[in-house]
């Protein structure tokens, strides 16, 4: 029987480049993702359906964050913010300008950065986003770690702990918990940052990204220290828990 045509019906052609990308992302053939996502933004949104787009968008964004990619994830977050406030989602404009936010860390404008990501903490929290609160808290220490305030990224993400423990958000606390890690290892607290570690490797379910930062910071402390073997045992886990990801910023760092 013949396959009906997506020519001239942009909603289903956006759907369908959607499925694609995502089918595309769990092979790990991320430059075909990228791309069946951003045409899958383009085509949503010419469909009227701005909300669905801006969701693919900030999808690309994260994705763009994740490779170091920063123009081009300045760019498809910006397009989400301009989307999310054309429709009155503050969900998607939390989510929108805290990815600014990180973005514009990773390339040095920090205070820009820290502006940008208390501007969504202020609203998720305004708006009762705590899911989205949480975040943007991680990402503001993210920031600091960035512009290498490592006391006060530790007094983030102590601050980011404490209230996705209050709010019940186990997944971004882990996440909090790997971040801080990192902070105090830059402080010089080791011992500390060991402790974050261990606790997150303790945590069967925790995400492959997360185990790999306790993994790799495990591998730095010991390398400090001179513990030679097991360092490089630690930073080759983590080195092969993110090659299927093409996490770039996470590479660099083991």
């Not at 971040?179 to 011992?191: L, R, S, T």
Request: glycine residues 8%; charged residues 25%; contains cysteine.
């Amino acid at each position: 029987r013949a396959r009906p045509s997506l020519e001239g019906d942009p909603g289903r052609r956006g759907d369908a480049l959607r499925t694609l990308a995502e089918a595309n992302a769990l092979v790990g053939a991320w430059n075909d993702a990228i791309d069946a996502r951003r045409a899958a933004a383009e085509t949503l949104e010419e469909a009227g359906r701005p909300a669905e787009a801006a969701i693919e968008l900030l999808t690309l964004a994260d994705r763009h964050a994740a490779a170091v990619e920063v123009p081009r994830g300045l760019e498809a977050a910006r397009r989400a913010i301009s989307l999310a406030i054309e429709v009155d989602r503050v969900d998607l404009r939390v989510q929108g300008l805290s990815l600014e936010g990180l973005l514009l860390a990773t390339r040095g404008d920090s205070a820009r950065a820290i502006e940008t990501i208390k501007t969504a903490l202020d609203l998720a929290l305004e708006h009762d986003l705590t899911e989205a609160a949480a975040e943007a808290h991680r990402r503001l220490g993210v920031a600091y770690n960035l512009s290498s305030d490592y006391r006060t990224a530790g007094e983030a993400f102590s601050q980011a702990v404490q209230f996705c423990e209050t709010h019940g958000d186990a997944a971004q606390r882990e996440l909090c918990l790997g971040c801080m890690a990192w902070a105090h290892f830059q402080m010089g607290d080791w011992k500390r940052a060991g402790e974050l570690c261990q606790e997150v490797r303790a945590d069967e379910e925790a995400p492959a990204g997360l185990r790999a930062i306790a993994l790799g910071v495990l591998g730095l402390v010991g390398a400090h220290r001179g513990e030679l073997r097991p360092a490089r045992r630690f930073l080759e886990q983590a080195a092969a828990l993110m090659a299927p990801h093409e996490a770039v910023a996470m590479e660099l760092i083991v």
